[in-house]
């Protein structure tokens, strides 16, 4: 078994688990069914396509940089009739940071880290709309599990909110992590995918455990650094 990283990083970032009609929401840290969709479009898949090696991959999220919530209507007009179409209340995240993992079988994750080196179709953050600014690839790790994986990776937050952190020398952050049926309990999302299939999509629930993680703070300032004790006086 082999995990796979991956940075989702961009101005904007909408991961729907229960969006209906004119309102579409955004859970508060990347969806399962998201970044499958994700990496299906890596690969080339359609959304007919057969996705079920995809879905039994256990996926796990780590929050870096929680950005902030942002809401939006838009309005739009039907193309042949120039009709006014319902006005749409959509949420992004903005200026938010995640750092994503995959557990799988390791030939189907080096496969999945190759596409995201070279993908078909360009990967975008829950929406077409929100492109991501950085890599979405970030290494492969062949010796650890999905939590240690997670739990190990340094910080991915952007250099100036790692800096806006300066006194903190350890940060603290969760991961959002896929339960075993033989660990139950947690949370529950619909989020696990079945169809991507326009015409009959699917989502089944599955379980969710929180885990606290620290990781250093590289941007720290050191506690004899003059400019640390002038800004605590």
């Known amino acids: 078994m082999s995990v796979l990283l991956m940075q989702l990083a961009g101005p904007l970032q909408s991961w729907g688990a229960s969006s209906r009609f004119s309102r579409r929401s955004t859970e508060a840290a990347p969806t399962k069914s998201g970044v499958i969709g994700l990496l299906a479009a890596a690969l080339g898949r359609q959304r007919t396509d057969d996705l079920a ?5 256990r996926f796990g999220v780590r929050t870096d940089q929680r950005g902030a919530l942002l809401r939006d209507f838009q309005t739009a007009h039907h193309f042949v009739t120039g009709d006014a179409q319902p006005i749409s209340e959509r949420y992004y995240l903005a200026d938010a940071v995640f750092v994503a993992g995959v557990e799988g079988d390791t030939g189907l994750i080096e496969s999945l880290h190759a596409a995201l080196r070279s993908p078909v179709f360009l990967p975008y953050l829950g929406r077409r709309s929100c492109p991501p600014t950085r890599p ?94 002038l800004e605590d006086a």
């Open 53 to 57: 090696d995809l879905a039994a991959l």
């Open 136 to 229: 979405v690839e970030l290494r492969v790790d062949h010796e650890r599990t999905l939590e240690q994986a997670l739990r190990d990776l340094p910080w991915q937050a952007a250099r100036w909110y790692q800096r806006r952190r300066r006194h903190d020398q350890q940060i603290d952050l969760e991961i959002l992590v896929e339960a075993t049926p033989a660990e139950g309990g947690g949370d529950s999302l619909r989020d696990q995918p079945l169809s991507f299939d326009p015409l009959h999509r699917r989502y089944a629930l599955r379980g969710v455990r929180r885990i606290p993680a620290r990781v250093p703070n590289p941007a720290a300032l050191p506690a004899h650094d003059p400019t640390f004790l």
